[in-house]
Nanobody, 128 residues
Framework: EVQLVQSGGGSVQSGGSLRLSCEAS????????VGWFRQAPEKEREGVAG???????NYAESVKGRFTISQDVAKKTLYLQMNSLQPEDTAMYFC??????????????????????RGQGTQVTVSS
């Protein structure tokens, strides 16, 4: 059974930094079709960062220059480094993987990113 296990997150003050990790198990992690999205209460799902099937990275305008998506393919681990965090970044963050759409979609700059698997979610709370 494919699992994406997330770690990191937590509470931080405005301007602080956090790093999220997402480790895949029982999954042929290729480094393609992986990404992060977030969900805040009473808000729509928002794609944050993604790496598509061609390895092209894309970021939401709201996080560009502050967040960085990276990975260690050998460790089957995806990361999201988040700097200069703001209260509006407060949300549950999910990692996603798989070049398909069995799990759903997230959107970045109007482009849909399908995924087959997602992590359990990790809460990020930024206080002012």
């Amino acid at each position: 059974e494919v699992q994406l296990v997330q770690s990191g997150g937590g509470s931080v003050q405005s301007g602080g930094s956090l790093r999220l990790s997402c480790e895949a198990s029982d999954y042929a992690y290729s480094g393609y079709c992986v990404g992060w999205f977030r969900q805040a209460p009473e808000k729509e799902r928002e794609g944050v960062a993604g790496i598509d099937g061609n390895g092209v990275r894309n970021y939401a305008e709201s996080v560009k220059g502050r967040f960085t998506i990276s990975q260690d393919v050998a460790k089957k681990t995806l990361y999201l480094q988040m700097n200069s965090l703001q209260p509006e970044d407060t949300a549950m963050y999910f990692c996603a993987a798989g070049c398909g759409s069995r799990g759903g979609f997230y959107h970045i700059k109007g482009r849909a990113y399908g995924y087959n698997y997602r992590g359990q979610g990790t809460q990020v709370t930024v206080s002012s």
